[in-house]
């Protein structure tokens, strides 16, 4: 399976995504994690991303959709993939659909997650990920690592993203609306849009997910 979650920053998109590859045996693959791994080592095009990710800003697209082509690539689309992050505009959108249908390859399912606002901004305030591996997600309140401060998968250091500061995160939003929320039209256009509530506990959005993409 071919498959694309949407959803504000916050929403949950990595949570559900690590267990929606796991059930689904497809690799999930994220454009921010990528980006977060890039600028933990210092590569130059981690070095091109820190600028817009820190203003949360999206990172330019020629930048973005080669590292994506890359990554699914490796992963070979032809077993399927879940993107997570990735398209983020329109430009994006298309550009991928380039990718696949030069493969001969279609999407899926484009997984919509809808959530309040005022739940996006409790869940990034307290929003902890691991510097190891940044896929290892934790919340202060909602989800507690075992041992403070320590991820409970790798023994790694939690930490805030510097992203998730209250500013940011209001332009984040800002950028959501105006340049993400636009492909769901898009792929509604191509019929490939399931919208599910994000709300509750992350085991019963899971089983929603799952029964909405059966
Ligand atoms: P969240 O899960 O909170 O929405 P992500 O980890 O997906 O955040 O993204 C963090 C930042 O990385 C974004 O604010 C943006 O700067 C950059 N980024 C991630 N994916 C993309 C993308 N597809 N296009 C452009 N920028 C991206
Ligand atoms: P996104 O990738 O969409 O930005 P994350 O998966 O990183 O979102 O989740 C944001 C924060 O909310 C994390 O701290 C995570 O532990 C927490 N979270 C995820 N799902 C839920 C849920 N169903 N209920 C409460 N908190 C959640
Ligand atoms: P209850 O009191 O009904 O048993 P919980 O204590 O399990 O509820 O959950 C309280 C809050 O934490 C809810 O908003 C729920 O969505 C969230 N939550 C529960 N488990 C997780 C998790 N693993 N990651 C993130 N958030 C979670």
Redesign the pocket.
């Known amino acids: 399976m071919r498959i694309v979650l949407v959803g504000p920053p916050g929403a949950g998109k990595g949570?559900q995504a690590a267990y929606l590859a796991k059930n689904l045996a497809i690799p999930h693959i994220s454009t921010g994690d990528l980006f977060r791994a890039n600028i933990s080592q210092g590569t130059p095009l981690g070095q091109k991303a820190q600028e817009y990710m820190r203003a949360g800003q999206l990172v330019p697209d020629e930048v973005t959709i080669g590292m994506a082509k890359d990554r699914m690539e490796q992963a070979d689309a032809t077993d399927g993939f879940l993107l997570d992050g990735f398209p983020r505009n329109l430009a994006q959108a298309e550009a991928l659909d380039g990718i696949l249908k030069a493969d001969g390859l279609k999407l899926d399912a484009v997984l919509d997650l809808e959530v309040p606002e005022d739940e996006v901004v409790k869940r990034i305030a307290g929003r902890r990920i691991c510097r190891n591996e940044s896929s290892h997600v934790f919340?202060a309140?909602?989800?507690p690592p075992k041992t403070e401060g320590v991820c409970d998968a790798c023994g790694g250091e939690l930490y805030q993203r510097e992203d998730d500061s209250e500013e940011t995160v209001r332009k984040r939003l800002e950028v959501y609306h105006s340049e993400t929320e636009p492909i769901i039209d898009y792929y509604k256009a191509q019929g490939l849009v399931v919208t599910i509530s994000a709300l509750?506990?992350?085991a019963e959005v899971t089983q929603r997910a799952m029964a909405a993409l059966d």
């Open positions: 949570t919340h309140i909602y989800n509750g506990k992350v």
